[in-house]
């Protein structure tokens, strides 16, 4: 069956340093995949998307990468300030539109 | 960025009753809409894929007859949880895309739903 890890349940890092997430899967080829930010209580708030014909995305603080062969995605977040604290969410998308989300890592970046 | 709303933010009721979650796409119009579950420290579960004018699709194990679901619009979906239980009480996020599927969805706020 379908199965999406996320690295860790948490992770805590020094305010500053880079925090790499992982997304790794299994049994699933999708045609993208989405990395999403949830605070407590909201609903997701779409960050990247990536499609499986793409190596790496950049959006300002944020660095994605795809590796279809390793079935892996890795989430970097560069200069972590305490504001990036919150759950992030991977998410793999087929052609039909549907995603599958991982359970999420919960980042705490301390001052 | 495109706003999604959900109404209301929470709701308690007793068991038995049926309670109504809508989701509007403010600014844009909603080709498909999603319903998510999401039970505390656990991920969004997707229930159902709606298309405007057509029926639900559900996800395998969710019961189509208790989780009713209506897109009557490009604009609105509604989720009716019906003879609410307690085990139904959870955090229900419904999301909207304009378009193809490589466009983002776009999530609501999210409903916490209790049942007494």
């Known amino acids: 069956s379908q199965k999406i890890e996320q690295n860790s349940e948490a992770l805590n890092i020094q305010e500053g340093k880079t925090a790499t997430l992982t997304c790794n899967y299994t049994?699933?080829?999708?045609?993208?995949l989405q990395w999403y930010r949830q605070d407590p209580g909201r609903g997701p708030v779409f960050l990247l998307l990536i499609r499986e014909n793409e190596k790496e995305k950049r959006k300002e603080r944020l660095k994605v990468t795809f590796d279809t062969t390793l079935k892996q995605s890795l989430f970097h977040i560069t200069a972590s300030q305490p504001a990036d604290s919150a759950t992030y969410l991977c998410a793999l998308g087929a052609n039909a539109g549907k995603s599958t989300f991982g359970d999420g890592t919960t980042l705490t970046v301390k001052p | 960025g495109a706003v999604v709303s959900q109404h209301p933010s929470w709701v308690i009721c007793k068991s038995g009753t049926s309670v109504k979650i809508e989701c509007r796409s403010l600014d844009f119009q909603a080709t498909t809409m999603f319903w998510y579950r999401q039970f505390p420290k656990q991920s969004l579960m997707l229930m159902a894929t709606?298309?405007?004018?057509?029926?639900?699709?559900?996800e395998q194990g969710v019961e189509k007859d208790k989780f009713l679901i209506n897109h009557a619009s490009l604009t609105l979906s509604t989720l009716t949880v019906t003879s609410a239980h307690p085990e139904d009480s959870s955090f229900y996020i419904c999301?909207?895309?304009?378009?193809?599927?490589?466009?983002?969805?776009?999530f609501g706020p999210g409903t916490r739903l209790t049942v007494l």
């Open positions: 709606s298309n405007e004018g057509s029926k639900a699709t559900y």
């Open positions: 999301s909207a895309r304009e378009g193809t599927s490589y466009n983002e969805q776009f």
């Open positions: 049994n699933y080829s999708p045609a993208y």
